[in-house]
Each structure stands twice: as C-alpha cells, then as structure tokens.
C-alpha cells in the first residue's frame, strides 16, 4: 500500500465525523471588467447552512488560485477572508471545506471571487453543505495543499504545520495512535494471554506503537518537503530576475508598473490618499510609495487601481495622471 493510499485511508475514517448531506446550489462566476479575477454576482449565502466550494477548472498550465468572499458583516475582499490553493494544468474538481481553512467564513456571504495566478477557465461551480465525500476530497486537498509560511510579529518562522477541519493534525494523529495500540493491545490479549507473557505482549504493543507514529511521521514530513517543492517551483520565476522585474512578478497584474507609475509622478515629500481593492494586499502601496505618506485628510494626490471612487469624493477632485483605464491619479481641486 502506498503512502497516499494510506493517507487517503485515514482522512476517510477523519471525516466520517463530518457525516452529512444537504442542499447545493450553482454558482455562477464571470471575468470581472474591473480586474484579472473571475465574481460572482451578488448573492445572500448563510455560511452556517453553506460550508463548501466546490469548482471546476480549466488550467492552461500550473499555477496558484486565491478564493476570497465578502460577508455581511465584513464588505471587503482582503487577505483577511481568503484561501490559497494550487492549480493543475487541464481541467480538474476543487473542493474547499472553507470554514475549516478560514474561520471567517461567518455570517451572510455576499460575494466570492476568485483570483487565478494563471490563465483559467470556470466551468462550474457549486456551493454546498459538506459530506462525507467533499470532506475527503476537501481535506485531502488540504493536506497537500499550500501553507505559506507561518508570521510571529515582525519575523517569518518556518512552514506552518497541517490543519484539518479547523484543528490540528495532530489532535487527529494522538487519538489514532491511542485507540488503535489500544485494539492492538486488546487484541493481542484476548488471542495470546495464554500463549504469551504479558510482558511480551506489552512489548509486541510497543512495537506497534512505534511503527505507527513513524508512519505517521514519515507522512508529516512528505507533506512539508511537498509544500517546500510547491514553494521552490513558486519561487524560480524570479531567479536572475533583477528587483524590479521580481517586484512586477510578486503582484498581481501591473499593479507595481502602477506603483512606479505613481513614484515617477507624486513627489517623495507629498502626501496621498488611495482607492485599491484589498484583494491586491493594498498595505503594499503604502510600503512601495515611502516616505510618501499615506493618509486620508488633506492628501495632495489620490491613487486610483480597479476601484470606484465614490461620487462625493470624485466632485472634489480632478485628473491628473492616467496609467491607463481604471488605473490613474487624481488631485484635489483646490491644489
């Protein structure tokens, strides 16, 4: 049996604890005209009835896809409400438990879109309460799937370690190991007390024991060294780049030819004011635009990219610069 037969086998057992089937409904998702992602329209999901994304995708080559979603109680696309997860290039089934990845998957879901780092097709997709079958396909996923890298404060630690259905492995891992050399154990008992010590066969338990936890381990380093290749292959797009074209690889579109766009044109004394969709992890404007300060009172420029100006602030201000459509600075008319 293989290493992935086996794990299979025990996200099987795991996710017989998440037992249910329930309604589903289609999702419909379009190319969004105001970005590189794919929307749907608006909807009114109860998270609690609805806990599963299940998305049918055409690749045309490997990649990485982010799925964010705004809630009643939050209206924003950010990092905040967001799950990563790796593409294969052709067409293939992705099933994301979301709660168990994300815990603020909460309250009334608006809006999901999907932001593909390669060049895809929807086919279809569908939005469910979960069962045996989609927790498997889900946690699965999840196992092998990409983790990042773990943040403590101002400093970036190692990779971080596998969750499943909102818990650690390792709380699933503990109690596999405790019950099954508790069988073996009872087992052993009932077919060899009177041919066998109990001395041996405690022994043969131990055995047992730690045959399974270096399976288990064995497994938990698969895993990581998979996520470690999953990282190198992310990150060799950007060898004997130099910083600049690294810095357009990182982001999303031409959001950083946007960026030196507004470098080039707003002073490094001045102050401005933004409108970029979180989605693009707009904190990185403020980084790449130091010691311009970013602010939202008396600002000399504001910085549009993909967004909406409201029409009260749009009255105060007056064109300035344009990168390209959707994409451009404005000044406030008295300046």
């Known amino acids: 049996m293989t290493i992935k037969k086996i794990v299979f086998l025990v996200f099987s057992i795991i996710s017989l604890t998440g037992f249910a ?54 209206p924003r696309f950010d990092q905040y409400k967001t799950i990563a997860f790796p593409l294969k290039q052709g067409i293939h089934k992705y099933t994301i438990n979301v709660p168990s990845q994300n815990p603020n998957w909460i309250g009334w879901v608006k809006k999901i879109i999907l932001l593909p780092g390669v060049p895809i097709e929807i086919q279809s997709v569908k939005i469910m309460r979960g069962n045996l079958l989609t927790n498997i396909a889900s946690g699965w996923q999840e196992f092998w799937g990409p983790r990042g890298r773990l943040i403590i404060g101002s400093t970036i630690n190692t990779i971080q370690p596998v969750n499943l259905f909102g818990r650690s492995i390792f709380v699933y891992i503990y109690w596999v190991i405790g019950l099954s050399t508790f069988a073996f154990l009872a087992y052993q008992l009932y077919l060899n007390l009177k041919k066998q010590s109990f ?137």
């Open 21 to 74: 089937f329930g309604q589903e409904a289609l999702l419909q998702f379009q190319p969004s005209p105001s970005g590189p992602f794919w929307e749907t329209q608006e909807i009114g999901i109860d998270s609690s009835e609805y806990n599963t994304v299940q998305l049918r995708i055409k690749a045309e080559q490997n990649g990485m896809a982010q799925l964010f979603w705004a809630t009643s109680y939050d």
């Open 199 to 335: 001395e041996q066969i405690w022994l043969e338990t131990g055995k047992f024991t730690v045959f399974l936890t270096i399976i288990f381990w064995v497994l938990l380093e698969t895993s990581s060294l998979f996520n470690n290749w999953l990282a190198l292959k992310s990150d060799w797009k950007y060898v004997g780049k130099s910083q600049d074209e690294r810095l357009a690889l990182a982001n999303t579109g031409d959001f950083y030819a946007f960026i030196k766009f507004c470098q080039a044109n707003m002073p490094q004394d001045s102050k401005f004011d933004m409108r970029i969709p979180p989605i693009y992890n707009d904190i990185k404007a403020r980084y790449y635009l130091y010691p311009r300060e970013q602010t939202t009172v008396e600002a000399d420029y504001l910085i549009v990219y993909d967004q909406a100006v409201e029409p009260a602030v749009k009255a105060l201000c007056s064109p300035y610069k344009s990168f390209r459509e959707n994409a451009y600075i404005m000044r406030p008319k008295q300046k």
